[in-house]
């Protein structure tokens, strides 16, 4: 298991680099801390430590627009979903705010996500472009809970006074209470305090992450009573405008209830947290059975920060188009309504998972020369390679045949 000591970013991808590939969120993560020292006892990400920046300031400008040219446009750029890039260093070494110039300088779409309270120095950045938003984390509104959880970050009261102040001068702000920490999180007073006027999304905690499994929260919970707890809550609370609640994987859903997103049948085939299979063999059942817009959920549980995705079965290693993985996954997900995911057969080899598996969908646009309303079948070979963490790290895909029905 990785310790909660000293973890960098640096130790595991290339020294220096800015922008990381998070195929599986459909975006491109920006670090410019190799570490974050707000010591959140939930982290997922293992990045626990002292923040210094990854590139010196007045180098990173130059470093980040030559990182820039290989990432498509429209594809969204976001800073903090790895490390926070506003660690409370960031005041003096200004080295996030060096960056952001670039983004804006160049046009690009950015998400920023932070418990720091120095994003507001950067303000007039964030009114020079309006396709960049900030979220700002914030679990609880209980001092003493904020404290032994998340020991080195500003208070509650400090990131709602500067998710206020965000919003006020115009910029796209949001609260996000993520992850909703069983026995902790009261979500109720949060979403008073934003009153429908800024925006609350709310996301269940990962207790299949290997870190999180061994704390007290993977003692007390597993992933399948987290994502009940999430949904009693949900319909406790009911609806209130402008409040999101993400869709918990690992768990059982209520048809009637509709999340963000298209809906997605799954299969018999994609088996259970409960089931008598290896832990590999359930994450990529439940990986392969994932409805879209829970992937972004999904990554940061099973997926390594670092993950590299392949064309072709192993040992062919050639890399993928970059962004959000083969093209004929993303363009059918794009195209298609009611999804249908279908799990054909898992194999487990040590750490290697092979599966075949497929995905079929109405187009509901046209693609290429096919017109909407053709049916659409995707049948593909993929296999997983599990690191020392029991996190993905490597994901071949082939794509065994696509057809269109009439």
């Not at 997922?44 to 210094?52: D, E, L």
């Not at 700002?136 to 500003?154: C, G, M, N």
């Not at 001068?169 to 979500?187: F, I, K, N, Q, Y």
């Not at 800024?198 to 207790?207: C, K, L, R």
């Amino acid at each position: 298991m990785p310790s909660r000591g000293h973890r960098t970013l640096v130790a595991d991808a290339d020294s220096g680099t800015l922008l990381q590939d998070l195929p599986f969120c459909g975006v491109w993560a920006m670090t410019t801390y190799d570490a974050c020292d707000y010591g959140c006892e939930y982290c997922v990400t293992y990045a626990q430590g002292r923040a210094r920046p990854l590139v010196a300031r007045g180098e990173v400008a130059d470093r980040l627009r030559r990182e820039l040219v290989r990432i498509p446009r429209g594809v969204t750029i976001a800073a903090g979903c790895l490390v926070d890039n506003y660690p409370g260093t960031e005041a003096d070494e200004q080295v996030t705010r060096e960056a952001l110039e670039v983004l804006v300088e160049d046009g690009r779409e950015a998400l920023i996500i932070t418990k720091g309270t120095t994003v507001t120095r950067d303000i007039d950045l964030l009114l020079a472009h309006p396709s960049i938003d900030v979220k700002v984390s914030i679990i609880t509104l209980d001092e003493e809970e904020a404290a032994r959880l998340e020991p080195r970050a500003p208070t509650p009261a400090a990131r709602l006074a500067t998710v206020r102040e965000l919003h006020d001068a115009g910029v796209e702000a949001s609260v996000m209470v993520l992850p909703m920490v069983p026995g902790v999180t009261d979500v109720r007073p949060i979403i008073e305090w934003a009153g429908g006027e800024i925006p609350v999304s709310i996301g269940p905690m990962s207790v299949m992450n290997p870190v999180i499994a061994t704390s007290r929260f993977g003692r007390d919970f597993d992933q399948l009573e987290v994502g009940r707890q999430y949904y009693e809550e949900m319909r406790s609370v009911g609806p209130h405008p402008n409040v999101q609640w993400l869709r918990p994987p690992y768990a059982d859903y209520d048809p009637a209830v509709t999340f963000a997103g298209r809906s997605c049948e799954q299969t018999e085939a994609t088996g259970g947290v409960g089931d008598s299979s290896s832990r590999a063999e359930q994450v990529v059942r439940h990986v392969l059975a994932a409805e879209v817009n829970a992937i972004g959920v999904l990554a940061m549980e099973v997926f390594s920060p670092y993950v590299r995705i392949y064309r072709g079965r192993p040992p062919a290693r050639r890399l993928a188009d970059q962004g959000r993985g083969l093209p004929e996954v993303a363009e059918l997900t794009a195209r298609s309504a009611g999804l249908r995911r279908t799990v054909v057969s898992v194999d487990v080899d040590g750490d290697l998972v092979s599966a075949v598996h497929s995905i079929e969908g109405t187009l509901d646009e046209p693609w290429d020369e096919t017109p909407p309303g053709t049916r659409a079948r995707l049948s593909l070979a993929s296999a997983f390679r599990f690191d020392r963490y029991g996190m993905i790290i490597e994901v071949w895909q082939e794509v065994i045949e696509l057809s269109f029905d009439a």
